[in-house]
């Protein structure tokens, strides 16, 4: 695995880089009417309704200048990792631009090393496991430098949807790819739902979900963003959508001790 992991994160980092290039709508940067409201953004299910004023933020797998601006923003004091320096870069040039201290990380999302125990109080990481093969090592890092009490808010590609075919053949969508599948996805030619030319894993819910309840997390919440469109052309990203929910996003507590997490570090209500 560990020899497979290293070509992955080289490979994505250069197609990363070359989405920036391309100016991929993968890689657009967060708009300046956002950054001056920036709650609604960070908060879609109210899962952080005192927002993060003061709080140390993590935003992992998450370069592109769209997260890491935004948390700052909103007042967070905000390291970014990415693999990408292109995508870190867009960060820079963001936190240039707009006067935010961002402090930015060229890190593989499964060893970060250089960040301390317990240093954040909230990581958020939007969809990007799909780049890794060792769910279990970004896990364990992710539990290491948060906070007790401290929350984890992912998004993830959903698995259905990364066994699933891109476009319909005879219309209808077929499941491909084994739900146990282990290596690289089979490559595909570019769609909303994958990067083409990326190297992608599947992990099955048991590794994303109960993954994270063995390292220690509580789930609080688990929604399927909505993004089909009932009435959509065969083909299109929001017909795919319709069929098969293509993310999940979890709001996980890094519990205190070995029972339920007490005293929050970023509480629903104060
Ligand atoms: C879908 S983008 C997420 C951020 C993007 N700005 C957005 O708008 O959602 C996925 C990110 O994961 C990063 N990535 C891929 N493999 C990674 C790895 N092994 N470790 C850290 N980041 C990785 C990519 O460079 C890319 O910036």
């Keep these: 695995m560990e020899d497979l992991s290293r070509k992955a994160s080289q490979h994505n980092a250069e197609i990363w880089d070359k989405l920036v290039a391309m100016k991929s709508g993968f890689t657009a940067t967060v708009s300046a009417r956002a950054l001056n409201n920036p ?13 993060v004023q003061g709080r140390r933020v993590l935003c992992l797998g998450a370069g592109g200048g769209k997260h890491a601006p935004l948390y700052a923003a ?39 090393h250089g960040l301390m125990e317990k240093e954040f109080d909230l990581i958020m990481q939007p969809v990007s496991s799909c780049y890794i093969q060792n769910i279990e090592g970004l ?24 066994q699933t075919t891109p ?9 491909e790819v084994s739900a146990r599948y282990q290596g690289k996805l089979p490559p595909i030619d570019g769609s909303e739902h994958r990067e083409s030319g ?44 319709e069929y098969v929910p293509p993310y999940l996003a979890m709001k996980a507590r890094r519990r205190i001790d070995s029972g339920i997490a007490i005293s929050p570090i970023i509480a629903d209500s104060e």
């Excluded at 476009?167 to 499941?175: H, L």
């Excluded at 609080?220 to 963003?225: A, F, K, N, T, V």
Aim: hydrophobic share 40%; aromatic share 10%.
């Design 39 to 51: 709650l609604p953004y960070i908060n879609i299910y109210q899962w952080l309704p005192k927002g």
């Design 74 to 112: 909103a007042g967070a004091d905000v390291t970014v990792v990415d693999i990408s320096e292109a995508m870190l870069e867009k960060d820079r040039i963001m936190a240039e631009r707009y006067d935010f201290r961002i402090r930015r990380l060229q890190r593989c999302m499964t060893d970060l």
């Design 139 to 162: 896990h364990r890092e992710v539990a290491r430098v948060l906070k007790p009490g401290g929350l984890y808010i992912v998004q993830h590609k959903q698995p259905f949807s990364l």
């Design 167 to 175: 476009k319909p053949e005879c219309g209808k969508y077929a499941v």
């Design 198 to 241: 990326a190297m992608e894993f599947l992990h099955t819910l048991e590794a994303l979900v109960g993954g994270l309840c063995r390292h220690g997390f509580v789930i609080e919440d688990l929604r399927e963003p909505w993004h089909g469109k009932a009435d959509a052309l065969p083909g299109s990203f929001a017909h795919r959508c």
